[in-house]
């Protein structure tokens, strides 16, 4: 099976796919503007016209509309010329970049089909296996407490093993989809993920399994960065709000493992419950594996192969995808090199190994980094989004990674505990209510899906977040001022759920939009970074807290929220309705 998955597969070719090409002539009538009733035959504009969008007010919003919403005229090689050099206030466009907007127009005009649906399917799986995994942790801590005497407190860096392979898998898989390519290591994560899974639930001491969660940390560590840029590239344009609905498999992992954990944990020996547990869903952790490798044919992404020089294939993909979607497509080789007109320009880059190395480590550099700074506006918004990303993700573990000990705890104080005392027994009706407020976070990823779009100057992206972090942090305050029975926990627990995950379902999708283009991968990766680095403190904090641990945690937590949704409320940009190639 390793020789399968490292084996390259033979490349794509548009033999593959005959009868989905029509002539560019008739592209309009294949058009994402067709199918919504915006196509009009009209002269292509002349270079003045095109200058004046390029200098005017719009100039920022032509790169994300012009080729959007396009005339049947402008269905040309003339005419797509213009337009794959509109936008960036007199920028010179580079033969990848332009290739790039040309394929971007290519799936837009395909549209959402059965494809791009199976494919969020697929990556879900990503996103549900990061939530069933950091839950799971958390679940196993009462019984790895109980097992192997641990501190209540001291059982706490359990979570930190795992943020260290989340860490890492962060950084190394982003750069691993750039060598490798997104196929290879959308497939390699969850199998990393389900092997160390599995052998977690034999491991014979507390530090094998402290070792073991690491390992499989750094599988999982992957899966929502390669799954949503993997998505991300096959979405098209007018279907954007879906990136945000992919969030909503982050509840549902959230639900699975607290379901599993119920039936085993509750219902087993505190030495073979947790075991048990985790073994389940480190086989259901294989079986997302199995489907995606073995059952479903991934294209590589159309961007990676234009980076690696393979522009064949690439178009070859595009073509699978309209034969996959049932639809028709107008790009072909020849399209992509006339309207680039490489005779004047220098021949396309290909990337090695190294210079991707390269250029990712000088995304970190202040070189890099500059242009994000380099007008009041977008420093302001980089700076506050970066701020709100370092405060959530020391925040949100700090209750979240810790909430079955709380609910444990019942609302009552254990303030004259010892701080070497044991983990509190979690009974059924402990793991029931855990359940209960996985199942209320789910509709909170589909509200935001809504919202984010809305036409309301208090929604969007920007005030969407900030209300759903605002309610966030009041109710984590009423939960440690006003928990003080199993009922208390379980309503202010479940509103915390819902506003969370419209949070962070929203935080994901809005961004990457935020930033410009030829900055995004630097903008996004630093504050994926400041996201993991802080929450590999949070575990620390939480176990050396002084105290009982059970509301100190709770408190900071609550601050640290507030003060995320104080600079969300600083961002000054927001990109609802911007449509970005």
């Known amino acids: 099976m390793l020789q399968r998955l490292w084996r390259p597969r033979p490349p794509e070719s548009v033999n593959d796919y005959i009868g989905v090409l029509v002539p560019l002539d008739e592209a309009h009538l294949h058009s994402h503007s067709y199918r919504s009733g915006r196509c009009e035959y009209e002269e292509v504009p002349d270079d003045n016209s095109s200058e004046d969008r390029e200098g005017g007010k719009d100039a920022e919003d032509d790169e994300g509309r012009g080729m959007l919403e396009m005339s049947a005229a402008e269905y040309s090689i003339e005419g797509l010329r213009k337009e794959v050099r509109r936008g960036g206030k007199g920028r010179t466009w580079t033969a990848y970049e332009m290739?790039?907007?040309?394929?971007?127009?290519?799936?837009?005009?395909?549209?959402?089909?059965?494809?791009?649906?199976?494919?969020?399917?697929?990556?879900?799986?990503?996103?549900?296996?990061?939530?069933?995994?950091?839950?799971?942790?958390?679940?196993?801590?009462?019984?790895?407490?109980?097992?192997?005497?641990?501190?209540?407190?001291?059982?706490?860096?359990?979570t930190s093993s795992l943020f260290v392979g989340l860490c890492f898998g962060s950084f190394l898989w982003g750069i691993g989809s750039d060598i490798m390519g997104r196929r290879v290591a959308f497939n390699m994560t969850l199998l990393i993920t389900g092997v160390f899974g599995i052998g977690v639930s034999y491991a014979p001491n507390w530090p094998g399994v402290c070792i073991m969660f690491a390992l499989l940390g750094f599988g999982v560590g992957g899966n929502l960065p390669v799954d949503g840029a993997l998505f991300l590239e096959f979405l098209p344009d007018a279907s954007s709000s879906l990136l945000t609905l992919l969030s909503v498999w982050w509840p549902i992992g959230q639900l699975a493992s607290s379901l599993f954990a119920w039936?085993?944990?509750?219902?087993?020996?505190?030495?073979?419950?947790?075991?048990?547990?985790?073994?389940?869903?480190?086989?259901?952790?294989?079986?997302?594996?199995?489907?995606?490798?073995?059952?479903?044919?991934?294209f590589e992404s159309p961007k990676y192969l234009l980076s690696r020089g393979r522009q064949a294939e690439a178009v070859a993909v595009i073509h699978g995808i309209a034969h996959r979607n049932k639809r028709k497509t107008w790009l072909t080789e020849e399209i992509l090199d006339a309207v680039v007109d490489e005779v004047d320009m220098p021949a396309p880059r290909t990337f090695s190994t190294t210079s991707v190395l390269k250029n990712k480590l000088a995304s970190f550099s202040g070189e890099r980094l500059r242009p994000l700074f380099s007008n009041r506006k977008l420093g302001t918004a980089t700076a506050t989004i970066w701020f709100c990303w370092a405060t959530i993700g020391l925040g949100y573990p700090l209750f979240n990674a810790f909430l079955p000990q709380y609910l444990s705890h019942g609302g009552s104080s254990s303030s004259e505990s010892s701080v070497e005392a044991l983990a509190t027994e979690m009974t059924g009706e402990t793991y029931r209510n855990y359940a209960i407020t996985s199942i209320v976070g789910v509709p909170g990823s589909v509200l935001a899906a809504y919202t984010v779009d809305h036409k309301s100057?208090?929604?969007?992206?920007?005030?969407?977040?900030?209300?759903?972090?605002?309610?966030?942090?009041?109710?984590?305050?009423?939960?440690v001022q006003f928990g003080r029975s199993p009922g208390s926990q379980l309503a202010f627990s479940c509103v915390e759920a819902f506003a969370q995950n419209i949070m962070y379902g929203v935080l994901y999708a809005f961004t990457p939009e935020m930033f410009p283009a030829p900055v995004r991968g630097a903008g996004t990766g630093v504050a994926s970074f400041l996201n993991r680095a802080t929450g590999l403190m949070a575990p620390v904090i939480a176990a050396t807290i002084p105290g009982d641990g059970s509301t100190a945690p709770i408190y900071l937590s609550g601050a640290l929220i507030f003060a995320a949704f104080v600079g969300m409320c600083l961002i000054p940009i927001e990109t609802r309705g911007r449509q970005r190639l």
């Open 263 to 298: 039936f085993f944990i509750a219902n087993w020996p505190a030495d073979q419950g947790w075991r048990h547990f985790i073994f389940t869903i480190g086989v259901i952790t294989f079986s997302m594996f199995f489907i995606r490798f073995f059952i479903f044919h991934l």
């Open 99 to 158: 290739k790039s907007k040309l394929i971007n127009k290519a799936i837009q005009d395909i549209g959402m089909g059965r494809y791009n649906w199976e494919l969020f399917m697929l990556c879900g799986c990503g996103w549900f296996a990061d939530n069933l995994w950091m839950q799971g942790v958390s679940l196993t801590l009462p019984s790895l407490s109980a097992e192997f005497g641990i501190s209540e407190k001291a059982v706490r860096y359990t």
């Open 457 to 479: 100057p208090f929604l969007g992206r920007r005030g969407t977040l900030a209300i759903s972090t605002l309610v966030s942090a009041i109710f984590l305050f009423l939960f």
